[in-house]
């Protein structure tokens, strides 16, 4: 009889105190994920109009150039693992915080859609190896009663740069559009270069080649297997639930409900101040409860705030939904590594391995949800309730796979 899948309690913290090396670690790790997600990913959203306005490419071209990012941070999931068993994990880190930064410079000139398309894969093939990559480099090397801190700190990027999105692109936009693609490319490669010497190295003894992590990952519990499988889904289906605010909350608020563009974007500042608090907040409730019951908190809340947006159209209500579905774009990916974590505990290697599976499953699941999304939004009179409501079902589904999932490891 196998022995039960072991996962650390929730508990008082005891002193562990971060060295000045574990913060600079966290600082790169915030650094990567601003970059590569955080403003490759977010600040686009907020280019759009003046893409179309500026007739760089046409509407339908703009938007489906936007996709490109989607399409290159699944292929980033899947080769980040691949990548650091060729080189080490400092050396991809930083080449592809490079590659993201270069991104930026060469979409200051739309030399064709091709061209723009390409460095739209390569800017999101960034993002999806840093997501799979950044944390778990780091995160062995930190204080296991700081990791939650630490993680909050790491995906903070993604925050910041949804708050970028609605403050920063603004203002240089009023220089100019290449200038806003050039002052994004400036802002990366001064980040690349502050982040440069903080990644940590590898740890003694940690495998070096994909073949001796695959066999460390292949000695798993069946118990914790099972577990993961259902954490994958979970993870994945909750894509579903993201994705509309991430599409329509400011057009909800500008044309669904009548109240204007400006006041479209003020929401939008509400969801990037959610977003900015998110993953801190979240890896703190991981350290407090354990990540898995913080994990199923945030989905009771994110399908609550999801269906309000769906039923409601009350100001407050919106606000307040906002903010917690910002607070929950960035924060769940600490929640889930964090899950992932307490089912694999000790095993670097194969926490890397579940963590890439479950991030490819989730950018799997995102760029199916967008384009269904759009597709389902043009066929249905631009039905904002519809889509909404789909989004609440959708979180609602993953909290039940994660009861049932509960429910079976204790049966």
């Known amino acids: 009889m196998s022995r039960p899948v072991s996962a650390p309690q929730p508990c008082a913290i005891p002193e562990a105190p971060l060295s000045m090396r574990d913060l600079y670690a966290a600082f790169s790790g915030l650094c990567a994920s601003l970059v590569a997600i955080g403003l490759a990913r977010f600040a686009y959203t907020a280019l759009v109009p003046p893409l179309i306005q500026a007739h760089w490419f046409p509407a339908a071209q703009t938007v489906a150039l936007g996709a490109a990012n989607f399409a290159g941070y699944l292929a980033g999931a899947l080769l980040g693992r691949p990548l650091v068993s060729v080189w080490s994990n400092r050396a991809v880190l930083r080449g592809l915080m490079v590659a993201a930064t270069v991104a930026f410079f060469a979409c200051a000139w739309p030399v064709s859609v091709a ?3 390409a460095w739209r ?4 093939l960034a993002g999806g190896g840093i997501m799979v990559l950044v944390a778990t480099s780091i995160l062995p090397h930190v204080p296991a009663p700081r990791r ?3 993680m909050g700190t790491i995906f903070l990027g993604l ?5 970028a999105s609605g403050t920063l692109v603004p203002h240089l936009l ?3 559009l290449r200038e806003t693609w050039l002052g994004l490319g400036v802002l990366s490669l001064a980040l690349t270069a502050l982040s440069w010497y903080g990644w940590p190295g590898q740890l003694p003894g940690a495998p070096a ?3 001796t992590a695959t066999s460390a990952s292949a000695a798993i519990l069946p118990e914790a297997r099972r577990k993961l499988r259902w954490l994958y889904a979970q993870y994945a289906i909750n894509a579903f639930g993201l994705v509309p605010t991430m ?4 057009d909800l608020v500008a044309r669904g409900l009548g109240r204007g563009s400006s006041v479209g974007a003020s929401y939008w500042v509400l969801y ?3 977003a900015i608090a998110g993953p801190l907040v979240c890896g703190f409730a991981g350290d407090r409860i354990g990540f898995g019951a913080a994990y199923r908190g945030a989905l009771l809340l994110q399908g609550l705030a999801t269906a309000v947006l769906a039923l409601s159209g009350h100001p407050v209500a919106i606000g307040v939904a906002a903010v917690v579905l910002g607070a929950f774009t960035p924060g769940i990916a600490p929640l889930g590594l964090g899950a992932i974590q307490e089912t694999l505990p000790h095993d670097p290697a194969a926490q890397r391995a579940a963590w890439s599976h479950a991030t490819s499953a989730f950018a799997l699941f995102q760029a199916l949800a967008g384009y269904g999304y759009a597709w389902m939004f043009a066929h249905s009179r631009e039905n904002y309730a519809l889509i909404f409501g789909c989004g609440a079902v959708a979180v609602a589904l993953a909290l039940v796979l994660g009861w049932v999932a509960q429910h079976r490891a204790r049966a």
């Open 121 to 124: 894969f390569i800017s999101g």
């Open 159 to 163: 925050g910041l740069g949804i708050a």
């Open 148 to 150: 939650g801190l630490v």
């Open 272 to 274: 990037g101040i959610g």
């Open 209 to 211: 080649s994909a073949g």
């Open 247 to 250: 599409l329509l909350l400011v």
């Open 115 to 117: 061209w723009f398309f």
């Open 174 to 176: 009023q220089f100019g």
